[in-house]
C-alpha cells in the first residue's frame, strides 16, 4: 500500500510525496508516558523539585508544588 506525506521541497512549497516504506514494523515504539500516579506505582515515589523531596503520594507532591504556586498543566 502507497501512502503519501506531507512535505516542504527546497523552495518552502509544501507538497504530497508518496512512500512505501511505511509499515507497522518500520515505526519508532512509543515511549513510555506515564502519569504521576503511574510513576509513584512503578518507581515508588517521585522527586519535586519545588522542596527537593520524594513524595509517595500524588496528593503530597502536588501540595509542594501548590505551596511554591507551580501547576502541572494536565489538561
Known amino acids: ?3 503519501k506525506r506531507l512535505a516542504r521541497d527546497k523552495e518552502g512549497k509544501f507538497e504530497w510525496i508518496e512512500y ?3 509499515t507497522s514494523s518500520s515505526r519508532k515504539p512509543i515511549k513510555e508516558d506515564l502519569t ?3 510513576y ?3 518507581y515508588g515515589g517521585i522527586h519535586s523539585h519545588a522542596d527537593d523531596k520524594i513524595h509517595t503520594t500524588k ?3 502536588m501540595d509542594s508544588l501548590k505551596e511554591k ?3 502541572i498543566k494536565d489538561w
Do not use: H
Open 69 to 71: 504556586d507551580l501547576v
Open 59 to 61: 496528593g503530597a507532591y
Open 20 to 22: 512505501s516504506d511505511f
Open 36 to 38: 504521576v500516579d503511574g
Open 1 to 3: 500500500m502507497t501512502r
Open 40 to 42: 509513584i506505582k512503578k
